[in-house]
């Protein structure tokens, strides 16, 4: 008969464990030395207990179902389908095509690839009710499961201005798709932008749940799911439990509105702690930052190339950076438990704090007229610019460390003759309604020193 070898030995009681702490600190203050504070506010211990443990996350994270996501950005059609084959059969599960006008041939460009049972994602730079009628019978005829993402305030926001339609506004033409289509799932959140602009984690679950309430309010009734375009960053344990509180609260917002909509998960790794000098490091942090995806529930992951802040879409990046998510799913076998994370009482703990945390924040939103009246009047903006601030004030002052640019950088590396893109803020003259959030990368301006004194 099999017996537990730990019955052999008295449990240890949390008292216990901070009393030996204390002791080995040999007279250090114990708050001060092994407890710190996060960009949150929310107080990370040394250790976590279970009779400390009141309270578990109620949160489904299915990660064996996680799909390896292929970003294509579509200009030239043909290039775009011979690299949709390509990468489906080098072990991609799902596309996301960003199509920026609606000139393309959605026809020509969908109807060779074998899309059955599949999910295909698109990012427009319009709205079209003719364009995504045609996407609607598409779906139809190819058995697949097509996300639509579009996100009029997501545009507001990131441009500053609403998409151009003929229509009185988007809201109507977004009322307009969903009686035009009966296939497709039409509605997204740019939870990303919030992310890479540098708002701290529980500004993005807040933001982002009181920009789908907005939809909400209008859709409830007629949307199948929203897809949550998230950006993931380099706390890895915080990372894991933002997706998680994300969801919870998420289930928790559609259950007052009687609504069965789901919450769709698509992560991308961040471009806001990535680097051009040093860029190989960028490898390590996509691989923490799919791995957090994974453990926090995604439903699709869409890696981001190690050099795709300099060079153009190209075969050995794609490779690389597909490669590394094969390796986590197929080698490493991160799809083979599901709900990963629970019995953690490190993660359950943060992800109860950052919940209840983005829960307040998100009422306070609502209590002053909504997110979108926030954004118009520019606090939202202000608030993400105020956390951005302080993060690149750590990352200057060096405690916010990036290897290779603000710690050990290499001073031989040279970029200048290798920029096949802008890789900064661009700035681009244009009259807008409000004043739109910037994303922003923390080592920009040091980058920009080094380049000119190459």
Wanted: charged share 25%; aromatic share 12%.
């Amino acid at each position: 008969m099999a017996t537990n070898l730990f019955d052999d030995f008295n449990p240890i009681s949390s008292k216990q464990w901070k009393q030996k702490i204390q002791f080995e600190l040999d007279g250090a203050d114990y708050n001060q030395t092994v407890i710190w504070n996060s960009p949150e506010d929310i107080q990370v211990k040394p250790f976590y207990h279970s009779d400390e443990f009141t309270k578990t996350a109620t949160v489904n994270t299915q990660a064996s179902d996680f799909k390896i996501c292929q970003n294509i950005f579509v200009f030239d059609v043909e290039k775009s389908i011979e690299r949709a084959l390509n990468t489906l059969e080098r072990g991609a599960e799902s596309l996301r095509f960003t199509i920026e006008n609606d000139k393309i041939d959605v026809q020509k460009l969908l109807e060779n690839l074998p899309l059955e049972n599949k999910t295909v994602y698109f990012n427009f730079n319009f709205i079209s009710i003719d364009f995504v009628k045609k996407l609607d019978t598409i779906s139809i005829q190819k058995k697949a499961n097509f996300y639509c993402n579009f996100d009029p305030i997501g545009q507001l926001a990131r441009e500053g201005n609403w998409f151009t339609t003929s229509e009185k506004n988007n809201f109507e033409t977004v009322d307009l798709l969903f009686k035009n289509t009966t296939h497709l799932n039409l509605l997204s959140v740019d939870l990303g932008l919030y992310q890479n602009s540098g708002a701290n984690i529980t500004q993005q679950i807040a933001y982002s749940l009181a920009h789908a309430n907005e939809y909400l309010n209008r859709f409830s009734d007629t949307a199948k799911s929203i897809v949550f375009q998230i950006s993931v960053g380099t706390n890895y344990f915080f990372e894991i439990a933002k997706l998680r509180a994300l969801r919870m609260l998420f289930d928790l917002i559609t259950a007052e509105y009687n609504s069965k909509i789901k919450c769709h998960l698509l992560a991308t790794p961040t471009k806001r702690n990535k680097t051009i000098y040093d860029y190989n490091v960028n490898m390590l942090r996509t691989t923490t930052e799919c791995m957090s995806a994974i453990l926090g529930g995604a439903d699709a992951i869409a890696n981001l190339s190690y050099d795709a802040l300099y060079h153009k879409d190209n075969e050995f990046g794609d490779r690389i950076s597909r490669n590394q998510l094969l390796i986590l799913k197929h080698e490493s076998y991160f799809d083979k438990v599901d709900n990963p994370a629970d019995g953690s009482y490190y993660i359950e703990s943060l992800t109860m704090q950052l919940a209840e945390k983005s829960l307040n924040l998100f009422k306070e939103i609502e209590a002053n007229g909504g997110f979108l009246k926030l954004l118009n009047e520019g606090t939202i903006k202000k608030k993400i610019q105020e956390s951005a601030n302080k993060e690149q004030e750590l990352f200057d002052s060096k405690k916010e460390i990036l290897l290779g640019t603000n710690k050990y950088p290499n001073k031989e590396d040279r970029m200048k003759h290798d920029l096949e893109l802008f890789p900064f803020v661009k700035i681009k003259p244009r009259k807008t309604l409000i004043t739109p959030i910037i994303e922003k990368r923390l080592a920009e301006k040091m980058e920009q020193e080094r380049l000119e004194l190459e």
